[in-house]
């Protein structure tokens, strides 16, 4: 059985880093996501409203490099809870569970969030590298170590291709 689900939107308001007792990170943010059709009464995109939640360190991630207004895609598992209201009503809810986030616009689309430098699009919290706090790339952070790869001289005439 297959349960994968992946979402685009803005975030309508930003993060907020919680912990459990046990000292989890978690964060539950909602993402407004239109849809790809107009409405033949208004001739205007509806939007969905869709809750992600967010666990250990792509909580953090969220939490240190989205705001509100910002571009993400989430990509998890669909939750539906059942719970009860106040009043003992029986209701139910769906949410993302993500498990990754990607930057869904570049950092000079988001209007400056003031959150610190991101890593390059598209880096997920689960993949991001951990050296020196940093991303690398020319933000500002170490270099990663070398890859073992070498720079090929552009005078070398001999390549096999």
Same mark, same amino acid.
């Given at each position: 059985m297959l349960n994968r689900i992946i979402v685009m939107g803005r975030l309508v308001r930003d993060p907020e880093l +919680? !912990?459990?007792?046990?000292?989890? /990170?978690? !964060? /539950?943010? !909602?993402?407004?996501? %239109?849809? %790809?059709?107009? /409405?033949r009464d208004s001739g205007e995109k509806s939007t969905d409203f869709i809750d992600v939640v967010a666990?250990?360190?792509t909580a953090e991630f969220v939490c240190k490099y989205f705001a509100k207004?910002?571009?993400? @895609?989430?990509?998890?598992?669909?939750? @539906?809870? %059942?719970?009860?209201d106040r009043d003992g009503n029986n +209701? +139910?809810?769906?949410?993302?569970?993500? %498990?990754?986030?990607?930057?869904g616009d570049s950092k000079r689309d988001s209007a400056g969030d003031g959150y610190g430098s991101p890593p390059p699009y598209g880096v997920?919290?689960?993949q991001a590298p951990s050296y020196g706090g940093g991303y690398g790339g020319?933000?500002?952070?170490?270099?990663p170590e070398? /890859?073992?790869?070498a720079e090929i001289d552009d005078q070398d005439g001999d390549l096999p291709f």
């Open positions: +919680r !912990t459990t007792q046990s000292g989890v /990170s978690v !964060t /539950s943010f !909602t993402l407004a996501v %239109d849809r %790809d059709f107009k /409405s666990w250990r360190q207004g910002r571009m993400a @895609i989430a990509e998890g598992r669909l939750q @539906i809870r %059942d719970w009860k +209701r +139910r809810s769906a949410e993302v569970v993500a %498990d990754n986030v990607y930057f997920a919290a689960s020319g933000y500002g952070a170490p270099a070398p /890859s073992g790869f």
